[in-house]
């Protein structure tokens, strides 16, 4: 539960515009990402599960759960863990995507 709390604080505190999910969703967290590329709508939207478990089990995780079509699917499918290394989704942005993590999101 910690975890999530904390999670909710970044969310906050990065002005993503997060909301529960249901109680009956497979998911934790509902999360639109602000994207400003010309090739995006202007945001990306995140299924969120909040997950106290190492990166290589959250990367095990999605690809058991969710095949490639459906994770680049809006929502797509995303396993937070730890920190901001520590998570895991795919989907297409700009001209490409792939494999993305919350600190690839965060500036530099
Ligand atoms: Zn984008």
């Not at 967290?29 to 939207?45: A, K, L, Q, Y």
């Not at 478990?53 to 095949?67: F, N």
Request: a negative charge; aromatic letters at 12%.
């Amino acid at each position: 539960m910690r975890l999530k709390l904390k999670w909710a604080r970044f969310f906050t505190l990065a002005g993503w515009n997060w909301t529960l999910a249901s109680p009956a969703a497979e998911f934790d967290v509902i999360v639109p990402i602000p994207c400003g590329h010309s090739e995006c709508d202007s945001s990306h939207v995140l299924a969120v599960s909040i997950c106290d478990m190492p990166l290589d089990v959250l990367v095990r995780k999605c690809a058991e759960l969710y095949d490639r079509q459906k994770s680049y699917e809006s929502p797509h499918p995303a396993f937070f863990g730890d920190g901001p290394q520590n998570t895991r989704w795919e989907m297409a942005h700009g001209a490409g995507g792939g494999t993305e993590s919350v600190s690839q999101w965060m500036g530099e």
